[in-house]
């Protein structure tokens, strides 16, 4: 089976030929129009030309030859023209529609718009820190066991632990200037 397939010889084709050939009219297989293959850009000068040199006849007449020379000059110079990169007739698309195009531009497909003004009001409110965060305020520190008044001890007392009264602590400010506010009531008192 391996003997079978290395008879074989592969083929391998290349197409970039199509790609660096412009796109011409007039050649079909290996048939080709008089002076051809003509181009989009030179269909369009020979049509164009011809229209207006029938139109203006009586104009150029008199030279004899020579606007007809100068036409098909015209057509033989178009054939690889090319404008930004790109062929004439792309070229000349792009500018139709750039003129006919919104000159605010498109968002997602719609026209964009500027948005009309709108007046911005607003208010706010200061109100005091809630009282229900609570923890040790910086006043009721411990004192160190040097300072402490030295007590009698006395006998451990019948009650239980629940109900012995739990000091209170004082509110902790929330935010710093309900902390100021704080400490500018205890400094007046």
Same mark, same amino acid.
């Given at each position: 089976m391996s003997a079978a397939k290395t008879?074989? @010889? /592969?083929? %391998?084709? #290349?197409?970039?030929? =199509?790609?660096?050939?412009?796109?011409v009219l007039g050649k079909l297989g290996d048939w080709v129009i008089w002076f051809g293959p003509? !181009?989009? =850009? @030179?269909? *369009?000068?020979?049509? +164009? +030309? *011809?229209?207006?040199? #029938?139109k203006t006849f009586s104009w150029w007449s008199w $030279?004899?030859?020579v606007p007809v020379v100068l036409w098909l000059v015209a057509v033989w110079a178009v054939r +690889? %023209?090319?404008?930004?990169g790109r062929s004439p007739m792309t070229a000349a698309? +792009?500018? $139709? !529609?750039?003129? =006919? /195009?919104?000159? *605010?531009g /498109?968002?997602?497909?719609? #026209? %964009?718009?500027?948005r009309s003004s709108t007046l911005?009001?607003? %208010?706010?409110?200061v109100e005091p820190a809630a009282a229900e965060v609570t923890s040790l305020a910086p006043d009721a520190a411990p004192v160190p066991a040097a300072r402490r008044? !030295?007590?009698?001890?006395?006998?451990p007392s019948t009650r239980s632990r629940a109900a012995r009264p739990v000091p209170q602590a004082r509110p902790v400010p929330v935010t710093g200037l309900a902390g100021l506010l704080a400490g500018a009531q205890t400094g007046r008192s």
């Open positions: 008879d074989r @010889q /592969r083929v %391998a084709r #290349v197409y970039t030929a =199509a790609r660096r050939h412009p796109w003509y !181009t989009p =850009a @030179q269909l *369009a000068v020979l049509g +164009g +030309g *011809a229209l207006l040199l #029938v $030279l004899g030859p +690889g %023209a090319k404008i930004n698309l +792009g500018w $139709l !529609t750039l003129l =006919a /195009r919104h000159p *605010a /498109r968002i997602a497909g719609r #026209v %964009a718009r500027d911005l009001s607003g %208010a706010f409110i008044p !030295t007590k009698a001890r006395k006998k």
